[in-house]
């Protein structure tokens, strides 16, 4: 051949192709590595817990930053308690997994295995019945007596499963002594002489009133006319049990559930929310405050004014799964004409709660825009004390004007004012910082008739106080009802030197002589 037309490659063409085949594994591999992560976390982790539409909606994600929201999403549905660092359901979890793959091992993993599947779903059973040698065995009066040979047993036994029911029995038996005990439908299936004629008879066939062929073809070995037979033990009540512990367990918040079905828009709508409460008798007034900033929204141009609407669904849990509060409602957001992006105060929801700790969920839809947001906070309310001088939270407060007190509370209404609160802790390079905070059990002046609090507002940075108020006798405070006291003020900010300010508040009883000082950190930006 002529110069220019070898079949052999130049050095260099062959350097520059084996340089790119290493590049490419050297970024293939931590793809590789990264699917196997996403793989088994679906396929080993959770498989009993993944429902089958958060599965279908798992497999479709795209991104690694998806799949990331996504499971950190999943496990949030299932904590019990987001106030806390700890998810105690993940815990919880992932400690039944070491444990049944260190009891349970059989030639497959002990997570593959029946038992594992039903403890890491249900847990430790409240009793267990165990034969592991298997041999004689006497017949309890509903499985219709008599003495048998049985392969190894365990009989366990849950109180309760939430979505089962109570008294939940189920058997898993080891017809090849290996340790791979499987979920029986059946309760025969322990019977080693269960197709030996002449051996391992029932009562009844023994004393000649059952034959044994029928027992062998009933489906499930129960014989409906024996006397002690249980309700569950009856065919379809089998059925359905055998079948509900093979499925995933069920999310106790089903609205969440739904979003999940809605291809993980849920998100696409990011939006700010509070929690707030203040004293209502013996329980709270709690307000739930959400905003959006309108650059989010999707607008319509049909009426005069630009005006965006949304769908709104809160539900508040109680930790042992009692629904406290459930509401939904329409939001119409008109565009405002300032052109501001800050996200402001939107929409507030009042429920009525008592002490304790609970679970907000919430859901926001942009109905034009086709955008889903949630959000997921866990929530206090303190007990009460009716003999120590307590405090509210305390609320920046972004806009307030006064209401007749004898109004009926709604939207933004506390005590004898209407507070637009700012969503969070961070506050704009303003000249004044207003704030809302109640105090409760005030002891009252016998002379007066009306508490006597002394009460010193400060504002604090890095050097020192930036600004101060002091209200000796609680001259400016609303007595909003008994032992109820509003206060609503503000310091000055000009003096701030850092974005990082402390806004102190201290009360003085004069009654009473109790006093407390509580602190909340505040952002300047």
């Known amino acids: 051949a002529g110069p220019g037309r070898s079949g052999a490659r130049a050095p260099g063409s062959t350097c520059l192709l084996l340089a790119l085949l290493l590049l490419g594994f050297s970024h293939q591999q931590p793809r590789e590595e990264a699917e196997d992560y996403y793989r088994k976390w679906l396929n080993e982790d959770v498989v009993y817990l993944v429902t089958p539409d958060e599965r279908a909606v798992f497999e479709k994600l795209t991104t690694d930053h998806e799949r990331d929201r996504f499971i950190e999403q999943f496990w949030l549905r299932r904590d019990p308690d987001p106030s806390t660092a700890e998810n105690e359901f993940k815990l919880e979890h992932y400690r039944r997994i070491a444990y049944v793959n260190e009891r349970y091992f059989s030639g497959i993993p002990g997570w593959k295995s029946d038992r594992g599947q039903i403890y890491i779903k249900f847990g430790p059973p409240d009793s267990i019945e165990r034969q592991p040698a298997g041999g004689l065995y006497r017949r309890r009066n509903s499985e219709g007596g008599g003495e048998t040979t049985v392969f190894p047993f365990e009989r366990w036994w849950y109180a309760h499963i939430d979505g089962i029911g109570d008294d939940v029995e189920l058997e898993f038996v080891d017809v090849n002594r290996s340790n791979e005990y499987r979920l029986t439908l059946n309760p025969q299936d322990k019977d080693a002489f269960r197709y030996i004629d002449g051996h391992g008879n029932t009562q009844a066939e023994f004393e000649g009133l059952a034959s044994r062929a029928d027992r062998l073809f009933q489906p499930l070995g129960v014989d409906r006319s024996n006397p002690f037979v249980r309700r569950s033990d009856l065919p379809f009540e089998r059925l359905r049990r055998f079948a509900q512990v093979q499925k995933a367990p069920e999310i106790r918040h089903q609205h969440l559930q739904e979003i999940v079905r809605t291809e993980i828009r849920y998100e696409q709508l990011p939006f700010r929310l509070r929690v707030d409460w203040v004293r209502a008798g013996r329980r709270a007034l709690v307000p739930i405050t959400i905003g959006v900033d309108e650059h989010q929204l999707q ?24 629904i406290a509060a459930e ?31 609970y679970r907000l969920d919430l859901v926001v839809a942009d109905v034009q825009g086709g955008r889903v947001g949630t959000a997921q906070t866990g929530f206090v309310i303190p007990a009460l004390d009716e003999d120590r001088l307590q405090a509210s939270p305390v609320i920046l407060v972004e ?17 004898n004012h209407k507070i637009l609160p700012r969503l969070g802790n961070e506050v704009p390079s303003v000249k004044y910082l207003m704030f809302y905070v109640e105090l409760y059990n005030a002891g009252v002046d016998s002379a007066t008739d009306s508490p006597a609090l002394d009460l010193t507002y400060q504002l604090l940075d890095g050097d020192g106080v930036v600004d101060e108020k002091k209200d000796e006798g609680a001259s400016r405070a609303i007595l909003v009802s008994d032992q109820r006291i509003s206060l609503l003020d503000y310091l000055n900010l000009g003096r701030a030197r850092g974005p990082n300010l402390t806004l102190r508040i201290m009360a003085r009883d004069r009654v009473t002589g109790q006093s407390f000082s509580v602190d909340y950190p505040v952002l300047l930006r």
């Open 299 to 322: 607008f319509s141009q049909d009426g005069p004014v630009p005006q965006a609407r949304l769908e709104l669904y809160g539900r508040v849990k109680s930790l042992n799964g009692r």
């Open 327 to 357: 509401f939904d409602d329409d939001i119409v957001k008109e565009r405002s004409t300032s052109g501001a992006a800050a996200v402001s105060a939107l929409y507030q929801k009042l429920v009525v709660l008592e002490p304790g700790r």
């Open 399 to 415: 806009q307030a004007q006064p209401v007749p007190l004898e109004d009926e509370p709604g939207m933004f209404v506390l005590g």
